[in-house]
Nanobody
């Protein structure tokens, strides 16, 4: 049974930082591209970042480029999202996702939620102004 468990959410002030973690089990983590999405109240779930399994290539939404960093530790079956220079509009539930789809190739977009096979339950991140 595959499980993705997010942690590290909480409350931060604008300009501050949060570091999210996603611990995976029940899958061969090193063979999965990992992604982060977020969903704010009343809005659709949106892509934040992804990191490929084979070459650690990172891809980011324009709204977080230069502020967020995605990384992975295959030895710990964990992916991370370091969020710096936080803004109130970063407030959302953050979800971890895993995929074997060849994102970035054959026209398959990182942002395509339907291409991710497994999802976590989410962790709340709140940024106060």
């Amino acid at each position: 049974q595959v499980q993705l468990v997010e942690s590290g959410g909480g409350l931060a002030q604008a300009g501050g930082s949060l570091r999210l973690s996603c611990a995976a089990s029940g899958l061969t983590f090193s063979r999965y591209t990992m992604g982060w999405f977020r969903q704010a109240p009343g809005k659709e779930r949106e892509f934040v970042a992804a990191i490929t399994w084979n070459d650690d290539r990172a891809n980011y939404a324009d709204s977080v480029k230069g502020r967020f960093t995605i990384s992975r530790d295959d030895a710990k079956n964990t992916t991370y999202l370091q969020m710096n220079s936080l803004k109130p509009e970063d407030t959302a539930v953050y979800y971890c996702a895993a995929t074997r789809s060849p994102l970035g190739y054959f026209g398959i977009r990182y942002e395509d939620r339907g291409k991710y096979q497994y999802w976590g339950q989410g962790t709340q991140g709140t940024v106060s102004s």
